[in-house]
């Protein structure tokens, strides 16, 4: 079993940036594919970036060049580091751990807010 807990989240102005960390319990965090979904008001939960055990890393097209996801495995801690965010991207924010490629564990979601 893992538990998730995300933070980091808040109101932000466009343009603005802001860091969302994930904290993962368990010794074996580091066997884990760690994902950042977001889901936004009246839309589907969609995956923002995903970084596997071995590092490697996929995002949406939307946050190209401004979203980065990084892992640290001796914290247990994944994080998406947002920059220049737009109010498209306001939404909860949720963490996910899973292994081949699933998403078996959620966080319990944080708000992200951009507006002026």
């Known amino acids: 079993q893992v538990q998730l807990v995300e933070s980091g989240g808040g109101l932000v102005q466009p343009g603005g940036s802001l860091r969302l960390s994930c904290a993962a319990s368990?010794?074996?965090?580091?066997?884990?594919?760690m994902g950042w979904y977001r889901q936004g008001p009246g839309e589907q939960r969609e995956l923002v970036e995903g970084i596997t055990s071995g590092g490697s890393t996929r995002y949406a097209d939307s946050v190209k060049g401004r979203f980065t996801i990084s892992r640290d495995n001796a914290k247990n801690t994944v994080y998406l580091q947002m920059n220049g965010l737009k109010p498209e991207d306001t939404a909860v924010y949720y963490c996910s751990a899973g292994t081949n490629g699933s998403s078996d564990y959620w966080g319990q979601g944080t708000q992200v807010t951009v507006s002026s």
């Open positions: 368990g010794s074996i965090f580091r066997f884990y594919g």
